[in-house]
Protein backbone atom coordinates (compact mmCIF):
# COMPACT_ATOMS: atom_id res chain seq x y z
CA UNK A 1 0.00 0.00 0.00
CA UNK A 2 1.43 3.39 -0.80
CA UNK A 3 1.51 5.68 2.33
CA UNK A 4 3.08 9.06 3.05
CA UNK A 5 5.02 8.91 6.01
CA UNK A 6 4.64 11.93 8.45
CA UNK A 7 7.63 13.51 11.26
CA UNK A 8 8.25 16.13 12.72
CA UNK A 9 5.84 16.11 15.75
CA UNK A 10 6.24 16.50 19.55
CA UNK A 11 5.76 19.12 22.33
CA UNK A 12 6.13 22.98 21.87
CA UNK A 13 5.41 25.73 24.29
CA UNK A 14 2.68 28.14 23.21
CA UNK A 15 4.64 30.38 20.83
CA UNK A 16 7.40 28.24 19.81
CA UNK A 17 7.50 26.43 16.48
CA UNK A 18 7.54 22.46 14.75
CA UNK A 19 8.42 21.79 11.24
CA UNK A 20 6.51 18.65 10.38
CA UNK A 21 7.84 16.39 7.36
CA UNK A 22 5.55 14.37 4.60
CA UNK A 23 7.63 12.04 2.50
CA UNK A 24 7.78 8.62 0.87
CA UNK A 25 10.35 6.77 -0.45
CA UNK A 26 7.65 4.71 -2.96
CA UNK A 27 6.61 6.96 -5.57
CA UNK A 28 7.15 10.56 -6.77
CA UNK A 29 5.27 13.04 -5.17
CA UNK A 30 6.32 15.85 -7.48
CA UNK A 31 2.83 15.46 -9.62
CA UNK A 32 0.59 15.83 -6.71
CA UNK A 33 -1.09 18.11 -4.44
CA UNK A 34 -0.82 17.57 -0.91
CA UNK A 35 -2.54 18.94 1.67
CA UNK A 36 -2.18 18.67 5.97
CA UNK A 37 -4.79 17.58 8.36
CA UNK A 38 -5.00 17.59 12.19
CA UNK A 39 -7.70 15.79 13.92
CA UNK A 40 -7.62 16.61 17.83
CA UNK A 41 -9.55 14.29 20.43
CA UNK A 42 -13.11 13.94 20.20
CA UNK A 43 -12.88 16.78 16.78
CA UNK A 44 -13.18 15.74 13.17
CA UNK A 45 -10.06 15.65 10.77
CA UNK A 46 -9.82 19.46 9.34
CA UNK A 47 -7.78 20.52 6.42
CA UNK A 48 -4.79 22.37 7.39
CA UNK A 49 -2.86 23.53 4.22
CA UNK A 50 -2.81 22.36 1.03
CA UNK A 51 -0.21 22.72 -1.33
CA UNK A 52 -1.11 22.28 -6.00
CA UNK A 53 2.12 20.08 -7.92
CA UNK A 54 5.40 21.91 -8.43
CA UNK A 55 4.68 21.44 -12.14
CA UNK A 56 1.64 24.31 -12.00
CA UNK A 57 2.72 27.95 -12.50
CA UNK A 58 0.81 29.11 -9.65
CA UNK A 59 2.05 26.34 -7.13
CA UNK A 60 -1.10 26.85 -5.09
CA UNK A 61 -1.34 26.58 -1.94
CA UNK A 62 -4.46 26.98 0.81
CA UNK A 63 -4.32 27.71 4.57
CA UNK A 64 -7.43 27.25 6.73
CA UNK A 65 -7.92 30.60 8.46
CA UNK A 66 -6.83 28.90 11.82
CA UNK A 67 -3.60 28.74 10.06
CA UNK A 68 -3.24 31.82 8.38
CA UNK A 69 0.12 34.37 9.20
CA UNK A 70 0.74 31.18 11.19
CA UNK A 71 1.76 27.96 9.32
CA UNK A 72 3.56 28.34 6.02
CA UNK A 73 3.23 24.83 3.64
CA UNK A 74 6.11 24.40 1.08
CA UNK A 75 7.93 21.17 -1.02
CA UNK A 76 11.31 20.54 -1.81
CA UNK A 77 10.60 17.67 -4.44
CA UNK A 78 14.39 16.95 -4.68
CA UNK A 79 14.00 15.47 -1.31
CA UNK A 80 10.52 14.20 -1.98
CA UNK A 81 9.22 15.92 0.73
CA UNK A 82 6.58 18.50 1.95
CA UNK A 83 7.13 21.00 4.49
CA UNK A 84 4.56 22.66 7.65
CA UNK A 85 6.12 25.00 9.29
CA UNK A 86 4.20 26.16 12.02
CA UNK A 87 5.05 28.85 14.43
CA UNK A 88 3.02 30.90 16.93
CA UNK A 89 1.80 27.29 18.15
CA UNK A 90 -1.04 27.58 20.27
CA UNK A 91 -2.96 24.97 22.69
CA UNK A 92 -5.96 24.53 20.20
CA UNK A 93 -2.90 23.62 17.54
CA UNK A 94 -2.43 20.84 19.52
CA UNK A 95 -3.28 17.49 17.23
CA UNK A 96 -2.44 14.23 15.21
CA UNK A 97 -1.14 15.88 11.82
CA UNK A 98 -1.47 13.96 9.18
CA UNK A 99 -0.87 14.44 5.13
CA UNK A 100 -2.13 12.90 2.43
CA UNK A 101 -1.84 13.08 -1.84
CA UNK A 102 -5.50 15.40 -3.37
CA UNK A 103 -6.87 12.69 -5.32
CA UNK A 104 -8.81 15.15 -7.82
CA UNK A 105 -6.34 17.55 -9.26
CA UNK A 106 -3.50 18.89 -9.33
CA UNK A 107 -3.50 21.94 -7.27
CA UNK A 108 -5.10 22.66 -4.30
CA UNK A 109 -9.34 23.40 -4.51
CA UNK A 110 -11.56 24.20 -1.66
CA UNK A 111 -12.64 22.85 1.17
CA UNK A 112 -10.36 19.89 1.49
CA UNK A 113 -13.07 17.14 1.64
CA UNK A 114 -11.04 13.85 2.94
CA UNK A 115 -12.55 11.60 0.65
CA UNK A 116 -10.64 13.10 -2.42
CA UNK A 117 -7.35 12.32 -0.34
CA UNK A 118 -5.60 9.01 -0.45
CA UNK A 119 -2.31 7.32 0.79
CA UNK A 120 -2.66 9.01 4.26
CA UNK A 121 0.05 8.37 6.38
CA UNK A 122 -0.08 7.09 10.40
CA UNK A 123 0.39 10.82 11.42
CA UNK A 124 2.39 12.82 13.73
CA UNK A 125 1.58 14.17 17.40
CA UNK A 126 1.45 17.49 17.76
CA UNK A 127 1.19 18.60 21.44
CA UNK A 128 1.62 22.21 22.88
CA UNK A 129 2.02 22.85 26.33
CA UNK A 130 4.04 25.02 28.82
Known amino acids: QLQLVESGGGLAQPGGSLRLSCGTSRFNLANYAIGWFRQAPGKEREGVSCIGSIGRSDNSTYYADSAKGRFTISRDDARNTVYLQMNGLKPEDAAVYYC????????????????????WGQGTQVTVSS
Open 100 to 119: AIYLIHHYCTTPMVLADFGS
